[in-house]
Nanobody, 114 residues
Framework: VQLQAFGGGLVQPGGSLRLSCKYS????????MGWYRQAPGNQRELVAR???????TYGDFAKGRVTISRDGAKNTVDLEMNSLNPEDTAVYYC?????????WGQGTQVTVSS
């Protein structure tokens, strides 16, 4: 499965950003898809995930500020982030689990700064 992420960039504190990930078709069943992030010096952490059939899990920091959505027809999984703050600065990675194997996109940089 190949994944390509779009939408990162520089945003001011309090601003919003939408990330989109397009993934290729898989011969194996997709059991989960979502977004993770990794800031310098930190471990990769969950932002939001959709687990089959439609169970959504958010990281604690993301609750109330982040919305994950998917479009099965377009093979995309999107992340809408609001009220961004400098602590949200990180590389954001798209993830798909197909056939119980994880696949990762190349990552997209999100920088929150004035």
């Amino acid at each position: 499965v190949q994944l390509q992420a779009f939408g990162g960039g520089l945003v001011q504190p309090g601003g919003s950003l939408r990330l989109s990930c397009k993934y290729s078709r898989s011969p194996f069943r997709i059991v989960a898809m979502g977004w993770y992030r990794q800031a310098p010096g930190n471990q990769r952490e969950l932002v939001a995930r959709i687990t089959s059939p439609d169970i959504i899990t958010y990281g604690d920091f993301a609750k109330g500020r982040v919305t994950i959505s998917r479009d099965g027809a377009k093979n995309t999984v999107d992340l809408e982030m609001n009220s961004l703050n400098p602590e949200d600065t990180a590389v954001y990675y798209c993830n798909v689990v197909a056939g119980w194997k994880p696949y990762w996109g190349q990552g997209t940089q999100v920088t929150v700064s004035s």
